[in-house]
């Protein structure tokens, strides 16, 4: 049964449980305004270059907004993820 039901057919998310995915406790998640940004494309592509960072845990790209949140197990290294959005051919602007 691999969910996250529990076996009273309840869910276990949200209840205070152990959490099932894998957490770190020191996270520190950074908004980047990032300019060029038009389409899906440009999410993948920021998003795949950012995720390869060592100490990346996730990327999430908001192109409408131009914003790019990135959450790093402890403090970001801006001048790594200022280059990773530039090898993807966009330009970081600074934080938001």
Same mark, same amino acid.
């Given at each position: 049964?691999?969910?996250?039901?529990?076996?009273?057919?309840?869910?276990?998310?949200g209840s205070?449980?152990?959490?099932?995915?894998?957490?770190v406790?020191?996270?520190?998640?950074?908004?980047?305004?990032?300019?060029g940004?038009?389409?899906?494309?440009?999410?993948?592509?920021?998003t %795949?270059s950012?995720?390869?960072? #060592?100490?990346? *845990? +996730?990327?999430? &790209? =908001?192109? $409408? !907004?131009?914003?790019v @949140?990135?959450? %790093?197990?402890?403090?970001?290294? #801006?001048?790594? *993820? +200022?280059?990773? &959005? =530039?090898d $993807? !051919?966009?330009?970081l @602007?600074?934080?938001?």
């Amino acid at each position: 049964m691999g969910s996250c039901c529990t076996p009273d057919g309840g869910c276990s998310t949200g209840s205070g449980a152990a959490a099932t995915t894998t957490a770190v406790a020191d996270t520190t998640a950074t908004v980047y305004a990032v300019s060029g940004m038009t389409c899906g494309h440009c999410k993948t592509a920021i998003t %795949t270059s950012v995720s390869a960072l #060592d100490g990346v *845990i +996730s990327v999430d &790209v =908001d192109v $409408a !907004g131009g914003l790019v @949140t990135v959450t %790093t197990g402890g403090a970001p290294d #801006d001048a790594a *993820i +200022s280059a990773a &959005v =530039d090898d $993807a !051919g966009y330009e970081l @602007t600074g934080r938001a």
